[in-house]
């Protein structure tokens, strides 16, 4: 009775056991579908939520993106063409101001400061920030619009010396001199001036963001742009080719430039790369030397004089010196260097030519080839001139003649190698010696022409100077021997 009264017991218990179990599965089930219920309901709400959002972020972007030009607000939706229309109304109606250090205000349209607006590039830069996230997340904000401003660098900067700047003393830049062939560096200074520290830039973004508060002009120092330390480099540079030995060389003579003649030589400019001085070779002023060399080292042939039984006056070779385009080549190449350099001008010898004279108390010969004329007494020369003759097409007289009539001054007329008519007044010192052919003064033509061009209508023509000469010296009936 015992044993079927434990198992009964044990039933009883797995009975209750399985009740309960049964319990706590329906419980989990239950807790299960409450869960899920309110899941489901979550998720609505959360998507209800998003999607509202997402709305109201659309519907912002649409309708409520709006943009801001000098405190003026308009809607982004805008048309191009309407909002083409409202810059430009903006642009012509706004006013740089600026504020001088007496307090006055200046008002500057952006005509006035050499400014233009692109209005399709600050269209298109305009829809470019609508489209842009930070300000789709911030659609409530008005967009500040920056226009494309465009400038005329030169009007702009005459607009910020004559208006936005005021010198109160200017800056001086360093400088580099050469004096007496020696080179002399001098310091810059710093100057005071009123204005803006950057002024281009400061003009530029006030324009393009249509700035209503005004520019201060405020005090600043005006830094030299050449210092004395950009320019050690190129003083030394000059002190070296200053220094070395140059020569000329002509028929085995050396001619040496002097200091000053050097320097001439020598050119510098600031305001190249990192405001350095440019240095390069004065071509003119060398050309200028080497022709004046030779000039003094050329001379034209002396035509022999045969005079019959009196004997004959020698001829002598001319000589002309060339070679002067090579050696301005030569030296512009070699002399910024510094290792000294010499150049050989080469000499070529004319020979010369001899023609039958017969010698007097007193006579002329003038060589038209030459552009000389001699004066002689005797078998002695007296005196030599430079000619301007007979141009090609009116040429000078040849041959043997002797002077007939003399005027102080006379007015000459005659007619020109086109058939032209001239009248030249006031011709000084004149001295005929053949028909209407003299030898006279001449005030119209450059001293360059004597000895160098033949213009005339074919009389022998001296300076003034040496007219007063001639006349005073050579009676009528002095001979006058002319040839080629």
Partial sequence: MQKGTETDEHAQQRLALTFWEIIHAHQATLNRKIHHIYARRSLWAFTAAMLCLAIVWISGNIFGIRYNL??????????????????????????????????KQMTYSLQDMGLQVDVDQSIAHARAEQHA?????????????????????????????????????????????????????????????????????AILSAA????????????????????????????????????QNIAVDIDGQQNKPD????????????????????????????????????????????????????GAIP?????????????VDTIK??????????????????????????????????DLTNKRMYAYQQTELVKTFLVSAGAPGTPTVVGTFAIYSKYTKQTMSGANA?????????VPWVNYFYRDYAIHGNYWRPNSYFGNINSSHGCVGVT?????WVYNWAPVGTPVVVHT
């Fill in 70 to 103: 000098r405190g003026t607000v308009f809607a982004a939706r805008s048309s191009d063409v309407r909002l083409s229309r409202l810059m430009q109304d903006q642009v012509q109606a706004y006013r740089l101001r600026l504020v001088r250090p007496d307090g």
């Fill in 133 to 201: 996230w930070r300000n789709q997340l911030q659609w409530w904000r008005p967009i500040p619009l920056k226009l494309t401003v465009r400038a005329d660098p030169k009007a702009l900067q005459r607009f910020v010396t004559d208006k936005a700047t005021i010198t109160v003393s200017p800056a001086h830049d360093a400088s580099l001199s050469i004096v007496d062939g020696s080179t002399q560096l001098t310091e810059g200074t710093a100057g005071m001036q009123y204005g803006f520290t950057d002024p281009t830039n």
């Fill in 208 to 243: 393009s963001t249509m700035q209503t508060e005004p520019l201060h002009m405020r005090q600043t120092i005006q830094k030299p742009l050449v210092s004395a330390k950009s320019l050690a480099a190129t003083k030394r540079q000059l002190d070296t080719m200053l220094t």
């Fill in 259 to 310: 200091k000053a003649e050097l320097a001439g030589w020598i050119s510098y400019t600031p305001g190249g790369q990192n405001n350095a001085v440019t240095v390069t070779i004065n071509t003119d002023k060398v050309r200028e030397y080497l022709e004046g060399l030779a000039q003094s080292h050329s001379h034209p042939p002396r035509a022999q004089i045969s005079l019959g039984d009196s």
């Fill in 315 to 327: 001829g002598s070779a001319g000589v002309t010196v060339g070679g002067i385009d090579e050696a």
């Fill in 333 to 366: 190449q070699k002399l910024p260097e510094s290792h000294g350099l010499q150049v050989t001008l080469p000499t070529q010898q004319k020979p010369f030519k001899t023609i039958s004279a017969t010698a007097a108390d007193k006579w002329f010969e003038v």
């Fill in 418 to 426: 086109d058939g032209s008519h001239y009248v030249q007044p006031n």
């Fill in 464 to 468: 003034p100077s040496d007219g007063a």
